[in-house]
């Protein structure tokens, strides 16, 4: 039984029609990932089926009383409530029944408030009222939101918390069917195999958008893959569909290279013999292409590459020494000391679950939070740069042309575009205002934006958020040839291996000795 079904969607956005009459069906045993390269529209999917937008054409059908969970990163957190308030919202019908009751209680009740009363408590009863501490607890220790803390005001939740509690509110109102832009952004490896583990459980459909293809396989049934326009269903895991996908994709290929060959010649006669003796062919020929069923053509995507510049110093200079530092905003947030150093051209991962302080550590490295307490030093000879993971912009409406041209105003126009077009971003959306890109496009931006002045030190906390296999090739491939020292936060540890990283920081390890 299909709890969705998209019928004919179309779509253009800037110069590329991102679904030309595609279809697809959802059912209510799906657990189902969203595919394809950065850009090609996953992202503005989730957002037709939200109906944050309106399709072009096309009709989006759901089952009727169908509960919907959406990871809406916009969802508005009220000033003042904590973390345990807003998980507790998820149980909201529950926790207003239990306030009836006990205002029954209280006022002498009568027989019929005492049925009332009854009926309340069964209500709670059959919905394990009295073990949705024990519920709530479960899901925020398996997203690590215990290490925030419970007491936490959600207005001030970073943008990676901000995501995990709204996740975890989705999963602890159990709907029928859960959409997920992303949902592993934020998550170290601990959260994301729990995530998995919830997932594969989850006795609803899903559907999942993740560059994560790890995650992807170890929770999906079936796969809808977005390329050249259409929307194509596969049943079984990843590496599965990949196989299939590569069949397909060739096959497609060979019908199109035949198809245009067809309409080359098919122009030609017509051009030939159109006001000749056999003009009456040559029309028919031009009816006949007029109706033909053209292949969307496949996409030419660029491949990016990143390189980031390096101002030279002697490779055996001490860039970096941290000596008994602890860190935090208000209070530390581990009684351990961080002690460590870094030499010209040393290469550092930062590991630990999300919350326990790798972007705190950075952000105290750079100068941007007081420590509590220790120190640090860097060499006087130091350029730092810092890819910082929100994808957060002092103006929406400037194009990424403008954003990086004010942030290197000696560089001219021509070197702007041709730094941008190397991240594998094209003309269009170099001009396009930035909320239109995607959330890999918009990531591109930033990287490009280190592209520019000679570094010698950089500090990337989670770059790899939000790119496609691809890209996340290319950025590791710059990454690994960059001449200076980095120090790279990533939850995912397929990214980086030992033979270009020097040392690893656990701070997990660290806070447990």
Sequence with gaps: MSVLEVHNLTQQFLDKRLYDDASLQVNKEDHLGITGQNGVGKSTFIKILTGQIEPDEGKITWQKHLTIGYLDQQARLVEGMTVKEYLQTAFSNLYEANDKLTEIYMNEPDEDDLEKAGKLQEILDANDFYELDTKIEQVATGLGLDAIG????????????????????????????????????????????WLSEYLNNFEGAFIVIS???????????????????KITKYTGNLKQVQKQKS??????MKAYVKQQEKIAKTKAYIRKFKAGTRSKSAKSREKQLAHMDVLTPPGNKKIGSFGFPYSEIPSSRMILEVNDLQIGY????????????????????????NG???????????????????????????KIGYFKQDLVWNNNME?????????????????????????????????????????????????????FDPTNFLFMDEPTNHLDDESKAALRKGLRNYDGSMILVTHEE????????????????????
């Design 150 to 193: 419970y007491d936490h005001d959600v207005s001030k939740l970073s943008g990676g918390q901000r995501s995990k509690i709204i996740l975890a509110k989705i999963l602890l109102e159990k709907p029928d069917m859960i959409l997920l832009d992303e949902p592993t952004n934020y998550l170290d490896t601990n959260h994301i195999e």
């Design 211 to 229: 560059h994560d293809y790890n995650f992807l396989d170890k929770i999906v049934n079936c796969v809808a893959d977005i390329e050249f326009g």
């Design 247 to 252: 069949a397909n994709k060739e096959t497609y």
């Design 330 to 353: 208000d209070k530390a947030l581990f009684e351990q000391k961080l002690n460590f150093s870094i030499v010209s051209g040393e290469k550092m991962v930062i590991k630990g679950f």
């Design 356 to 382: 326990i302080g790798k972007s705190t550590l950075i952000k105290t490295l750079l100068g941007m939070i007081k420590p509590i307490n220790g120190n640090f030093d860097f060499s006087e000879v130091v």
């Design 399 to 451: 194009t990424p042309f403008q954003i990086v041209s004010r942030d290197h105003p000696d560089k001219d126009g021509k070197e702007v575009r041709r730094v941008l077009a190397r991240t594998g971003l094209t003309n269009q959306q170099i001009m396009s205002n930035i909320r239109s890109l995607s959330g890999g496009e918009q990531t591109k931006v930033k990287l490009a934006d280190l592209m």
């Design 494 to 513: 397929d990214f980086y291996s030992s033979d270009w990283i020097d040392k690893v920081l656990d701070i997990e390890e660290i806070k447990k000795n």
